[in-house]
């Protein structure tokens, strides 16, 4: 009779023994994965403890040593204009006063050309600096001296600030300004409906054109007849010369204008504001 070996596992006990492994090696595959996560956060976490500290004690440098870079104002680009904290409308008055040559050669006489406020002004102050050359040739500015407001933002009330000029008038002014889209010169005042000469020259003393208008420009030789119709300077006839005068010549240009309206040169100039 032949003899069993006692090293042979019945079904039932090998599938026992393969249920046994697999747990075996699924206990270890998690121990594994899980150390694994726990060290790469405390990695993660340490690198961003060193560099936060890193921050602050460049931070605390800083401070410490009281190190604020210095700037001329006369000389701020656009960019340094919006980190220091001045709107569009302050900065476009700084370079008006400077394209007409001027300096800035005070804290005050800043404040008095961009219309920043008190407490902007009290956090520049300290960051300013004036070159000495400025300062000598320069003439004294005088806070107290006009500083011109912007006509193409001006309201009504602001309007009627100029002799003269009362609630109908300066509703007169802000309505034909936006007919215009925006007056481009300071002359386009006279175009105005009751505003006199003398009226129009005290506008200029206390105002300016700051602000560009919004003028989208139509292109000559490809405009159509309402499209033309709808410049503030062009009748419905006037646009169909331009029409006729491009389609019999298959092409038109703005030296053209002068010869269609001779009799009208300051017409053709105001035309040209709103072609191309």
Known sequence: MQKRSLFVLS??????VLLLLFCLIF?????????ISIQRPLALSSTFLFEQK???LQHLAQTKSGIRFKFNPNFITDYKAYTIGLSVEEYKRLQHFRSKGKWINSTSAFQAVTQVTDSL????????????????????FSVNSKVK??????????LQSVSGIGSILSARIVKYRDYLGGFSEMNQCYEVFGLDSLVVQKLREQFEILTPPFIVKLNMNEATLE???KIPYLSRSEARKIIAYRTKNKTISLNILSELFEDFPNKTERI???LY
Do not use: H
């Open 11 to 16: 079904k039932p006990q090998q599938g026992a």
């Open 27 to 35: 206990i270890q595959c998690f121990r594994y994965f899980n150390a």
């Open 54 to 56: 890193l921050d602050s």
């Open 121 to 140: 002004l009290e956090v520049l102050e300290p960051q300013f600096k004036f070159t000495e050359w400025v300062k000598k040739n320069e003439a004294p």
């Open 149 to 158: 407001k912007d006509l193409n933002t001006a309201d009504v009330q602001m």
């Open 227 to 229: 499209e033309l119709q």
């Open 272 to 274: 040209k504001l709103y």
